[in-house]
């Protein structure tokens, strides 16, 4: 598809084109592939930011929700990088693309920028450089954006140094500014094909009400960018002074707030050729994602795909114990939870961060903690009375087939789910088999012991040098029959085990995999979590090793 043609001009005949947007949705390969071959209600896929070189981006929290349909967020340019993220956009565009790709690039100078649109421009139909972050690390986003002279040079060096572009080359620019149409037609005849607007509005200080703490961590002080529906007014205000200040024949690519077909017709009629959709997505679940952008083009209410209910609130808890096992934990909160099997909460130390973790026990509220890194580090200082905050739920209940018998395989604090697994095998009546490998074993209890053991005939199983020989002292005679297998650990463990039980003659729906991928939002804003094409932390994070082999997800 020619995007120039495609797009040029459309704000004229009405139609309602529509656009992911740098940085939700479609951040990951995995994603963008979603994208173009099951939402095909998508016109545009845009990728985030990529810069020269890696950038870890902001620690969590990186969003947060001051009322429903409004969001705050500081992912701070998060990127793998141009060498790693290039062969995959490579790849993706020599499969073959139903929609139109933008690639979207940061830099803080003009000669990252010229690497960076020499090395997309290939591949992309359109290149969008961001000049917009209001959270980016200075001398990146809005720090040129801001600045007319600033922003024109930059487009004029990356003319000028790379006239044989074939991409279309679109300025992502910030509202933060006096005149943001000022800017735009300085960057136009300049020789930028089109504009992106708006980016985030603020930054804005977003603080939990219970700690009276800033929420996001980074060097702003918690500052972040503010998306959502209340942002959408100005969006539209932008648009508009920019279609007027540039003219008809420049491409603009409106974004910010758009939630309903109402805001998509607004935002053409404002002047926009396409309309992004971001932050709404992370309140429509991503199995019906398709749905909800069809009945964005169609004009047919949303409201009943759109969740209010994010699970984005932090609730206080107090320390009630930390007993330790070896390199292990067990902490033990005031308050109770009622999560179940597939499903998470967040852990948050204002000032120091958060990470997801699964509920051991629901009540007393409990949770198994290895020391990893610098958030569970700070978990592990704390002492019995400090405050603890959770945040959650997230991700889903997991869907399963009730069987007479199940094996329940757990490796390191995987053996951390198994409870919840239990709690729901027990209501079912199945006769369960409990065995959790470990490094070596403890000379008094294993962590949960007397919570596992509860359920069922339970075996702690020791390494002994060898990695995963739980794995060993699995017989067919232990899968016989009608037998479902759950499995929770490691991935190269898991991946062994649910091969050795489909050997076995289990069936690959029978056998289920707990797939706790890194996640950042818990919301399906960032995409960090993406499993074969699915987000464990909106659809759950247990999947049967028949979907993952379909998927050909990465364990």
Known sequence: MDAASFLRGNHKKGRIILSTVSGVGSTKDELIKLFDEKIPSVDIITTKSFQTVPNPGNREPIVCSPSPGDFGNSVGLRNPGMEKALPGIKALREAGLRAILNVSLSASNPEDFITLVKAFDPYADMLELNFSCPHAAAGFGASIGSDKDIAASYVEAIVKAYPERKALLIVKLTPNVPDIAEIA???????????????????????????????????????????????????????RKIREAIGDYPIILGMGGVT??????????????????????????????????????SGDDVSSLLADDLPLHYTPHEIISMEMHKDVMVMTL?????????????????????????????????FLIKKRGEFTSALFEL????????????????????????LLIGGGTGAAVLPLIGDMLRKDGTLMDI???????????????????????TMFIADDGKPGRVLDTIKPEDVAGDTSCYIVGPGKMMHKAAE????????????????????????????EC??????????????????????????
């Not at 002492?383 to 199940?406: C, F, H, I, Q, W």
């Not at 403890?442 to 005939?457: A, C, F, H, M, N």
């Not at 003659?505 to 996640?519: A, F, H, P, R």
């Open 383 to 406: 002492k019995n009375g400090d405050t603890v905050y959770t945040r959650g739920l997230s991700g889903s209940p997991m869907v399963y087939k009730k069987t007479e018998r199940a």
């Open 185 to 239: 037609k300085a960057v136009i005849e300049k020789g930028a094909d089109g504009i992106a607007t708006i980016n985030t509005v603020g930054p804005k200080l977003y603080i939990e009400p219970h700690s009276g703490a800033p929420i996001l961590n980074n060097k702003l002080g918690g500052k972040g960018g503010a998306s959502g529906e209340w942002v959408r007014d100005e969006a539209l205000l932008c648009v």
């Open 334 to 366: 005031s308050g109770n939870m009622d999560a179940k099997a597939g499903e998470f909460v967040f852990l948050w130390i204002p000032g120091k961060g958060e990470k997801p973790f699964s509920v051991a026990v629901n009540d007393p509220l409990t």
């Open 260 to 297: 309903r077909p109402a805001d998509a017709k607004a935002m053409i009629e404002a002047g926009a050729d396409s309309v992004g959709i971001g932050s709404a997505l992370a309140r429509v679940n991503p199995q019906r994602w398709e749905e909800y952008f069809h009945s964005m083009k």
């Open 530 to 555: 993406v499993c074969g094409g699915h987000l464990p932390c909106k659809e759950g994070t247990f999947f049967t090793w028949k979907t993952l082999k379909e998927n050909k997800a990465e364990l």
């Open 435 to 457: 065995r959790v490998g470990v490094v070596e074993n403890d000379t008094d209890k294993e962590p949960l012991e007397d919570v596992l053991s509860s359920y069922g005939k």
């Open 500 to 527: 050795l039980l489909e050997s076995l003659g289990v069936s690959d729906d029978s056998i289920y995999l707990s797939m706790e991928k890194n996640t950042m939002c818990g919301i399906g804003m960032c995409g």
